[in-house]
C-alpha cells in the first residue's frame, strides 16, 4: 500500500531531532561489542522438511488451496449501497493434519462501530480513520458445507473481523476436499481504511470494491492458522486458487476487475469491442470510452442490471471496481516470453489530462515490462487501474489510485501499487505480520523502475543522499522491522517501506555488489513464487546464493534498532615520515557494523579509494591499518558516495591540520 510521499514529510520533520541528538552524544562513547553482532545466529526451523537450510521449500513443503466462485449484486439506493453475495469455497488441506474447524476472513467488520480496529484508533483520527461506520460490517445470511457428498448447514462463530466454521466430521489431511458456501451483505463504506470505499464525482459514484466476500484464512506448516484479526494498517494473508466471479450491477455502469472479462460481447458495445482487441495490439493508448462519451445512450444502456463475469487463475484475491464515471482506456503489454497482456485504466473526468490520468495507462504499461524483465514475468493477463478515493492500494491485477494524482505524483503511486503484484501478490508474504516483507521489498523495486522509466523521467535529480533522508526518519523509533504491523508506533510504520528498502541498497551497493545480490535476490524470488516465504527463508536464501553470511546484517537491520556510527579517529606516520607508510585508525562506535569505504586524499594529489570489510570489526570496534603513503594525508572520507545511514558525519572526515 502506498506510503512513501506522507511518511517523507514526517522523516523531513525529525531531521533536527536525529542531528541535536548524535551531536550530544560525547565524543568518547563507544557502545560497539563485536560477540553481539557477530555472535552465532540459528535462524528458526519448521518441522518435517517443510523449509530447506538453502532458504527454498522443502522436499516436504505443502500448502492449502482455497478455489472461489462468486456471486455480487451492488446495489445502488439514494441512501444507501450496498453488495449482496454468495461465495463457494472449494478448500484443499493439502497439510498433515486433520481439522475439525475451518477459520475465515470477515473484513468488513472492521467497519463495524464495535469493532478491534475502531476501539485502537485515536480519537484525532489517523490516516486509515477506522472510526466504524453507523452500518458497516459484513451479514452472514447462512453458512452451509458439503463434505463427502453430503451438505449440512453450520452456525459460525463470528469474533470480531474472523469466522470459525465448526465440521460435523473432520476434514481429512493430504489433499482431502471441502465445499463451503456463504450467503452475505454488507454496505459500502465511504472510506474503507484506504483501502476501498466510494467517492462521488460529476457523473457518477466511483465504487472500488475489495475485501468483499468471506476468505479462508492461511493454514500453513509455521503458525497453523493464521487468525491476526485485520484491524487497519495490516493488510493480508491469503491462499491461492483459481476465482470464477459475477458482479451484477446496475446496466449503466462499468465494471473492471482482476482477472480476465468472460462476457465481452454481453456487456460492451461493438463498438468499446472493437477498441479493446486494437488496444490488445497497440503499444500506445487506445481509448475504449472517451470523455464525452460518459454518459452517452450509445456508450451504455440505461436500464435494468448486467452481469459482468470474469475469471483469474492461481491467484491469492481479487478485486473490482464500478461506476457510470469511467473513462476507460488500455494498451498492450509485452512481456520477455513474448506473451502479451492488457494494462487499462478507469478514470473520472476530474482526473483526466495529459499531465494525470492520461498516462497512467502509460505508466502501467511500463512498470509491468520493468517489473517481468528485471524480476519474474507477470503471471496474469490483465491488470488495470482505477481513481477513486483510495490513496493507493494494491490486490492481484488492480490497483487504486487517489483521484487527484498528477506528473510524477501519479507515476510513483502507480508503480509501487501494481509492484505489489510481485510482492506479496506473487511471492505471497504474510503481510499483516511482516509488512516488512512486502512493502520494503515493494519499495526497493520501485526505485529501479523509477530510474528506468521514460530515461528518467521522474528519477530523482542531484546528489543522492537517500540514506541520510531514510535514517532521520527511523532514528528515533522504538520499534525494529520485526515489529507486527498492529504493534508498531503510529508515527513509525513508514520504516517498513524506506529502512526495508535501505537495507537492500546496502547489501546490493555496499556488501555484497550488485551481480552477487541481484542473483540471490533472483533465487528467493523463483523459488517462492506463488508460495508462502517466511522472513527467515529470505534470510537463508540470500545467505546461501550470495555465498555470504549475512546474519551479521540481518539481525541488527530487522531486529533492532541498532544504529551505525563509522568514524576516523586518528592518522599517524611510521617514523613521523608520511613516506614511510600512514598508520590509520578507524573506529566503529555503535552497535551496528559494515564494510568501510574509505576516500583517501594525499597532499600529493593523489587520490584513492580503498574498501575495508565488515570482518574487520569481528574482533572489536577499533582497526589499525597500515596505508602506503607517499606524501601526508591530507583527508579521509568515510562513505564518500554517502550509501550508508551514519548518524553523526562529521567523524567521517579527517582533514590534516
Known amino acids: 500500500m502506498h506510503y512513501i510521499k506522507n511518511y517523507l514529510l514526517v522523516a523531513c ?40 537450510a ?31 453475495g454468495d461465495v463457494t469455497i472449494s478448500y484443499t488441506n493439502n497439510s498433515p493434519d486433520n481439522m475439525n474447524y475451518l477459520w475465515l476472513q470477515l473484513d468488513q467488520n472492521l467497519f463495524r462501530p464495535d469493532s478491534r480496529g475502531a476501539a485502537v484508533t485515536p480519537y484525532t483520527g489517523d490516516r486509515f480513520d477506522v472510526k466504524g461506520f453507523s452500518r458497516g460490517g459484513i451479514t452472514i445470511a447462512s453458512v452451509s458445507v458439503t ?6 448447514t453450520v452456525t459460525p462463530v463470528i469474533t470480531d473481523a474472523r469466522m470459525q466454521v465448526r465440521l460435523n466430521k473432520p476434514l481429512g489431511a493430504n ?27 460529476k457523473q457518477g459514484m466511483v465504487y472500488e470494491i475489495a475485501q468483499w466476500y468471506p476468505r479462508m484464512c492461511v493454514y500453513d506448516d509455521a503458525e497453523g492458522w493464521n487468525t491476526l484479526p485485520y484491524m487497519g494498517l495490516g493488510e493480508f494473508y491469503c491462499e491461492y486458487g483459481d476465482f470464477d466471479y459475477y458482479i451484477t450491477a446496475p446496466a449503466n455502469m462499468i465494471v473492471v476487475g482482476s482477472g480476465d472479462l468472460q462476457n465481452g460481447s454481453e456487456v460492451l458495445t461493438p463498438t468499446q469491442q472493437k477498441r479493446l482487441a486494437e488496444a490488445r495490439n497497440s503499444d500506445k493508448t487506445v481509448t475504449i470510452i472517451s470523455d464525452n462519451e460518459v454518459g452517452e445512450a450509445a456508450t451504455r444502456p440505461f436500464k435494468g442490471s448486467l452481469t459482468w463475469h470474469f475469471k483469474m487463475d492461481n491467484t491469492r484475491d481479487v478485486s473490482w471496481a464500478a461506476s457510470t464515471a469511467f473513462i476507460w482506456d488500455a494498451a498492450k503489454v509485452n512481456l520477455p516470453s513474448g506473451r502479451k497482456c492488457i494494462s487499462q485504466s478507469a478514470y473520472p473526468i476530474e482526473s483526466a489530462g495529459n499531465n494525470a490520468w492520461g498516462r497512467s495507462t502509460e505508466y502501467l504499461k511500463n512498470s509491468i515490462e520493468i517489473y517481468s524483465k528485471a524480476y519474474i514475468e507477470y503471471p496474469w493477463n490483465s491488470a488495470v487501474n482505477v481513481s477513486g478515493v483510495a490513496l493507493g492500494m494494491e490486490y492481484p491485477g488492480i ?27 506473487i511471492v505471497g508474504s504474510n503481510e499483516r505480520k511482516y509488512m516488512w516483507q512486502d512493502e520494503g521489498f515493494n519499495t526497493f523495486i520501485n526505485e529501479y523502475s ?3 522509466f521514460n530515461n528518467g523521467e521522474y528519477a530523482p535529480r542531484g546528489a543522492d543522499n537517500r540514506a541520510q533522508s531514510i535514517l532521520r526518519s527511523y532514528i528515533k523509533s522504538n520499534d525494529p522491522l520485526m515489529t507486527p504491523s498492529e504493534a508498531i508506533g503510529l508515527n513509525d510504520y513508514g520504516q517498513y ?69 563509522q568514524a576516523v579517529e586518528s592518522v599517524t606516520y ?71 545511514p551514519d548518524i553523526d558525519l562529521k567523524n567521517n572526515i579527517y582533514k590534516a591540520e
Not at 463434505?147 to 449440512?152: E, L, S
Not at 498528477?406 to 510482492?423: A, Q, R, S, Y
Open 497 to 565: 517501506y524506506n529502512k526495508t528498502a535501505l537495507g537492500l541498497d546496502m547489501l546490493r551497493e555496499v556488501v555484497l555488489g550488485p551481480e552477487r545480490f541481484d542473483f540471490a535476490f533472483h533465487e528467493y524470488i523463483k523459488n517462492w513464487a506463488m508460495k508462502h516465504p517466511l522472513p527467515y527463508d529470505f534470510f537463508r536464501a540470500m545467505n546461501d546464493a550470495a555465498g555470504e553470511d549475512l546474519n551479521w546484517f540481518f539481525k541488527p537491520w530487522f531486529f533492532t534498532t541498532w544504529k551505525l556510527d
Open 13 to 52: 520533520g525529525l531531521l533536527t531531532v536525529a542531528l541535536t541528538a548524535s551531536a550530544q552524544a560525547p565524543a568518547d562513547t563507544v557502545k560497539y561489542n563485536h560477540s553481539d553482532l557477530f555472535g552465532p545466529i540459528t535462524w528458526p526451523t519448521t518441522s518435517n522438511g517443510t523449509r530447506s
Open 175 to 201: 489433499g482431502d476436499k471441502i465445499q463451503v458456501k456463504v450467503n452475505y451483505s454488507f454496505s459500502i463504506p465511504y472510506y474503507g481504511a484506504d483501502r476501498m470505499g466510494r467517492k462521488l464525482f
Open 399 to 425: 490497483i487504486f489510485c487517489l483521484s487527484g494524482l498528477k506528473n510524477g505524483g501519479l507515476w510513483g503511486d502507480v508503480t509501487h501499487e501494481i509492484g505489489h503484484n510481485w510482492f506479496p501478490m
Open 147 to 152: 463434505y463427502k457428498g453430503q451438505t449440512y
Open 574 to 644: 611510521e617514523a613521523n615520515d608520511p613516506t614511510n607508510g600512514a598508520i590509520i585508525t578507524i573506529v566503529n562506535k555503535e552497535k551496528m557494523a559494515m564494510p568501510v569505504d574509505l576516500k583517501i586524499t594525499q597532499a600529493n594529489g593523489k587520490t584513492e579509494l580503498l574498501k575495508l570489510p565488515v570482518n574487520v570489526f569481528q574482533r572489536n570496534g577499533t582497526w589499525k591499518f597500515k596505508y602506503p603513503s607517499t606524501s601526508a594525508i591530507k583527508s579521509i572520507v568515510i562513505d564518500p558516495d554517502h550509501l550508508l
Open 450 to 452: 523509477t530510474k528506468m
Open 54 to 84: 538453502a532458504g527454498k521449500p522443502g522436499p516436504n513443503y505443502w500448502q492449502n488451496r482455497a478455489d472461489y466462485q462468486i456471486h455480487a449484486t451492488l446495489n445502488e439506493a439514494a441512501q444507501d449501497t450496498t453488495i449482496t
